[in-house]
């Protein structure tokens, strides 16, 4: 049975909630089916773009109910459950058994800095409390000699199937995707290099910027998988163009204004955990300008 379960695009799904950190129902489902008109594969839920780890396990555990009965099998979940609390990691993965998602996810621990064998030792904890596939989620926060020779020991473990790629590294992608004479699922997490990903053995893409641009994504990978380079190309030049304004008006990461684009789009995307800024008039409508600047058409 292969490893590489998921493919295609994926949103990394924002989290909509309100002032009183209550989360907007409405507005996960009209997110999921907006984006599934696009032609999206599934969702990734409760990760950085979903701004999981600031929230609480309860608001979490709420966001993945909502995001699976609005789902209604339409295509694959994977829940983000990492913490900074094992404990609560514990608590979320037994949810996602509960609700059955189908894949959990985390990010590895990274504030004191860890070795090897202890992010091996984290993600086998993981993958003990569940029988559904797991994927390792690789960034920078790893502090390792040998990435590559890390991702193997991870792969060996039982239901750790892949990974989500988030380094700008595709000399080390390429290496990791040969793992297992390609037996592995990798996702390129990078939205602004997702052609990067593809041309690598990328299986798929996860990225916050698919919220509002999913239209766009599914026809990069469409025309990458039809052979169709240049215009992949031309997707992703197009694509560039709207994630540089987003990071801009971010300031860090693109998370804040993506929420800021979807209420310009007609969504309740509702307020960013404190302290993220909250956005002026002014810094609204600079963001709206300058997206229609770049053909974003709101």
């Known amino acids: 049975m ?56 309860k608001m979490r555990m709420e966001m993945a109910e909502e995001v699976m009965q609005c789902n ?11 913490a900074n609390s094992f404990e609560e990691i514990a608590q979320l993965v037994k949810h996602s058994n509960e609700i059955n998602v189908d894949a959990v996810s985390a990010l590895p621990p990274f504030y004191f800095g860890y070795t090897d064998d202890e992010v091996v030792s984290f993600y086998k904890a993981i993958a003990d409390m569940t029988d559904k596939p797991v994927i390792a989620y690789i960034t920078d926060m790893i502090k390792t ?54 041309v690598m053995g990328a299986d798929g893409g996860i990225g916050t910027t698919y919220n509002v641009m999913s239209e766009w994504f599914v026809k990069l990978y469409e025309c990458f998988t039809n052979g169709d380079l240049k215009q992949a190309q031309e997707y992703q030049y197009k694509i560039n163009r709207v994630v540089d304004l987003l990071i801009k008006h971010s300031d860090v990461g693109a998370i804040k204004a993506t929420k800021e684009t979807l209420k310009l789009m007609g969504f309740d995307a509702g307020c960013s955990a404190f302290p993220a800024k909250t956005y002026t008039d002014a810094q609204i409508t600079a963001l709206k300008d300058d997206l229609k600047s770049v053909g974003f058409d709101i």
């Open 2 to 57: 292969t490893n590489v379960k998921f493919k295609g695009i994926m949103p990394a799904l924002i989290t909509p909630f309100d002032n009183n950190y209550k989360i907007i129902k409405n507005t996960v489902k009209e997110l999921i089916d907006y984006n599934y008109d696009k032609g999206v594969n599934g969702f990734y839920i409760c990760g950085s773009t979903g701004e999981g780890p600031v929230l609480t396990a």
């Open 72 to 82: 209604n099998g339409r295509g694959a979940i994977i829940n983000h459950v990492g």
């Open 145 to 198: 000699g040998d990435m590559v020779g890390l991702v193997k020991r991870l792969v060996e473990v039982p239901n750790i199937i892949g990974l989500k790629y988030t380094k700008p590294n595709y000399f080390e992608f390429r290496k990791i995707k040969e793992i297992n004479n390609g037996d592995i699922n990798v996702i390129n997490g990078p939205d602004e290099m997702l052609i990067c990903g593809l």
